[in-house]
C-alpha cells in the first residue's frame, strides 16, 4: 500500500491516502460508489413476496365465498420470471448431498412429522437406511400395503388427492372446476389424419361410439412419489415438454389458467384395449426431475430450452408398421406396473378413450392411493 501523506491543518494531523487507479476511475465515471446488483436476489425477494401477497389474496377471497380471479398475463409471466427451475436444480443437487448416519434420523423424523408420512407402509422403515433425501423420497413400499382393485378397469396411478375427472368437451380440460386448458397445447400435435371439421378431441378417438375422459391426481410432498400404470396398455410415444415450474397445488392451480400446460411435463401416449391412452407427469417446483424407468435417454430440467419447444421419442420402430398394425408395437405396461418417479410430488393426468357407459367411483378432493378403482364399464 502507497504510504500515507502527512497534511497539519489547524494543529491537527491528517493522513491522507492516496487513491488508486481503479478507484480513480470509479469516482470519475461514478461506478463503483452503490454495490452490485444481485439479479438473483432481486427476483427472489420480489418474487416470494408477490406470491405472498397473491396467496394472501386468494385466501380472503375465497373464506368470502367468491371465487378467486384468474391471473392476468403480466402475473403469470412475473410468475414465470421466478427462478423455479434454478432452485429445482439445486434443490435437486442437495438431495443428492449424503448426510451423516447421527443426522439423518432428526431430519427425516420433521420431513415425517411435517408432511404426514407413514413409514409403515415403506420397505425399509429404518431411517438410517436412507442415505440421502433423494432415497428417502422416492422410498419403496412394501408390496402388500398397495392391492390391485380386481373390479375396476382402470386403477389409480400415484397416492395422492383427486383434483378433477370427467368428460373431455370441446377439447377443453379441467385443471380444476370452472378452469381449462387447451388439450391440444396440453398434448402437442397428432399424426393422425381426419377432416378438416374433425376437432381434436375427435382426431384422437378410434372409434366415433366412444368418448375421452381425463382424471387429474395430485402428489404431495407427503406422499409415495413413484407413479404406476393404470391398466395394461402400450406406449408408443414418449413426448416431452421443457418448461416452467411452477407449483401445482389446487391454490395455484385454481390462479393461473392452462397451468399444466406451461410446465415442464412428460406425455407418455399409446393405446389400451378401448383405443386412445395417455398418461402425463406434470412437473413443479422443487420437481424438475422425472424419471421414466424404461427410457434411460429422457433428461428433464436442462438449463436451458427453446420456449414452446418439445422432444419425441418413437417406441415404434420405422419398420414396425406392422406390428403396430396388429396392436403389438411399444412398450407393454401392464395394471399396477412401476413406470416412473418423481422428486418430491407433482401431478398426473391421464387422458383415455372409453365407451361412452364409462363411470367414474370418485368424488372430487378425495385421497387416492396407487391400485384403488377410478371407473368401471
Known amino acids: 500500500m502507497a504510504a500515507a501523506l502527512r497534511c497539519v491543518r489547524s494543529g491537527v494531523i491528517y493522513r491522507v491516502f492516496p487513491l488508486s487507479c481503479s478507484q480513480q476511475r470509479s469516482l470519475s465515471t461514478g461506478r463503483g460508489l452503490l454495490p452490485r446488483p444481485r439479479p438473483l436476489r432481486f427476483l427472489l425477494v420480489t418474487g416470494g413476496g408477490y406470491l405472498g401477497y397473491q396467496h394472501y389474496r386468494r385466501r380472503n377471497q375465497e373464506e368470502d365465498g367468491a371465487p378467486p380471479p384468474l391471473a392476468t398475463p ?49 420397505a425399509v422403515e429404518d431411517l438410517h437406511h436412507y442415505r440421502n433425501l433423494g432415497e428417502f423420497f422416492r422410498r419403496r413400499l412394501k408390496p402388500a400395503v398397495r392391492p390391485l382393485c380386481a373390479s375396476s378397469c382402470l386403477v389409480s396411478p ?104 406451461l410446465n415442464e411435463r412428460v406425455a407418455l401416449t399409446g393405446q389400451w384395449q378401448h383405443g386412445f391412452f395417455s398418461l402425463t407427469a406434470v412437473g413443479a417446483t422443487n420437481v424438475g426431475s422425472i424419471r421414466v424407468y424404461f427410457d434411460q435417454e429422457l433428461q428433464t430440467n ?35 406396473e412401476a413406470v416412473g418417479e418423481f422428486n418430491l410430488g407433482s401431478t398426473i393426468v391421464l387422458l383415455f378413450e372409453a365407451p361412452k357407459d364409462f363411470s367414474f367411483n370418485l368424488q372430487p378432493g378425495q385421497r387416492i392411493r396407487v391400485g384403488e378403482g377410478l371407473g368401471s364399464l
Open 74 to 122: 403480466t402475473q403469470v409471466a412475473l410468475y414465470r420470471s421466478f427462478p423455479t427451475r434454478l432452485l429445482s436444480r439445486a434443490w435437486g443437487r442437495l438431495n443428492g448431498v449424503e448426510l451423516p448416519t447421527w443426522l439423518r434420523r432428526p431430519v427425516y423424523s420433521l420431513y415425517i412429522w411435517t408432511f404426514g408420512v407413514n413409514m409403515q407402509e415403506a
Open 302 to 336: 436442462a438449463p436451458h430450452y427453446s420456449k414452446g419447444s418439445f422432444h419425441d421419442r418413437s417406441y415404434i420402430a420405422a419398420g414396425d408398421q406392422l406390428l403396430k398394425a396388429a396392436g403389438e408395437g411399444g412398450v407393454a405396461l401392464q395394471r399396477g
Open 158 to 261: 400415484a397416492d395422492g388427492r383427486i383434483l378433477h375427472f370427467g368428460q373431455v368437451k370441446n377439447s377443453e380440460v379441467e385443471q380444476v372446476k370452472g378452469v381449462t386448458y387447451s388439450l391440444e397445447n396440453f398434448l402437442g400435435p397428432q399424426k393422425r389424419q381426419g377432416n378438416d371439421s374433425s376437432s381434436f378431441r375427435d382426431l384422437l378417438l378410434a372409434s366415433p361410439d366412444n368418448d375421452l375422459f381425463h382424471v387429474v391426481v395430485y402428489l404431495a410432498p407427503g406422499d409415495y412419489h413413484c407413479f404406476h400404470s393404470p391398466t395394461d396398455w402400450r406406449v408408443e410415444l414418449r413426448r416431452h415438454f421443457p418448461g416452467s415450474l411452477m407449483s401445482v397445488n389446487p391454490g395455484v392451480a385454481r390462479w393461473v389458467k392452462e397451468l399444466f400446460c
